[in-house]
């Protein structure tokens, strides 16, 4: 059983909808982080939240809207999206010490965007 | 910069044969650490060792292996006696010291392992 539970698990939107991915963590961290996963592409890292402030935003376009209402709990607010939005929604978690965190998944959220 | 080469794409072998997926990774810090996790297709990333660049002892873990060489910068994995269920998506993965958010995956290995 996951740490790190995500849901819904698989997502159909159309570009004019607005939905929302839910994460939890049940593993004490204080680090969440969110990571999409397109086809062919690297994984790539989207937001990061060290106890619950954000940290890290890297360069993700403001359709996609992060919230950490607690350290627990991560939320990625949609709307608007394009289809090349298309991908694998990963949610992480870690014990954020001073260097070498090893970062927990989630199964993801598969998201395709009609 | 830091970066993470897995060269190989894809790589099927038949059941209980071993198989080894490849790991090179670029860094400037002298001290780091090393990741790798495994993706079956239900998605979920499942961390499988991590190891700090002061440790170059090489680990067992069942018919998981790891070997760590600083001197060729690669941190490669080998699955001995294979089964269906290693068939994954593999990948290597690096953190700088301080920088523990901003870890680099590489692109996977898809393994496929065939009956």
């Known amino acids: 059983e996951t740490g790190v539970t995500q849901t819904p698990r698989h997502l159909v939107m159309g570009m004019t909808n607005k939905k929302s991915l839910k994460c939890e963590q049940h593993l004490g961290h204080n680090a969440m982080y969110w990571y999409k996963q397109s086809a062919k592409k690297p994984l790539e890292l989207m937001f990061v939240y060290n106890f619950k402030e954000q940290t890290e935003n890297n360069s993700v376009p403001s359709r996609f809207s992060p919230e950490c209402p607690n350290s627990s709990h991560l939320f990625l607010h949609l709307h608007t999206l394009q289809p090349e939005d298309s991908a694998l929604y990963l949610c992480?978690?870690?014990?954020?010490?001073?260097?070498?965190?090893?970062?927990?998944f989630g199964e993801g959220s598969w998201l395709t965007v009609v | 910069a830091q970066k993470v080469t897995q060269a190989q794409t894809e790589i099927s072998v038949v059941e209980k044969e071993d198989v080894t997926l490849d790991c090179v990774y670029e860094t400037r810090d002298t001290t780091y650490y090393l990741f790798w996790y495994k993706q079956p297709p239900s998605g979920e990333l499942v961390f499988l060792i991590r190891?700090?660049?002061?440790?170059?002892q090489n680990e067992i873990s069942g018919r998981y292996s790891w070997n760590f060489q600083k001197s060729t910068s690669s941190f490669n994995f080998t699955i001995t006696a294979s089964q269906v269920v290693d068939s994954a998506v593999y990948f290597c993965a690096l953190s700088e010291e301080g920088r523990d958010d901003k870890i680099i995956f590489g692109k996977g290995t898809r393994l496929h392992i065939l009956p």
């Open positions: 190891r700090n660049s002061f440790d170059e």
């Open positions: 992480a978690s870690s014990q954020k010490h001073r260097s070498g965190n090893t970062i927990y």
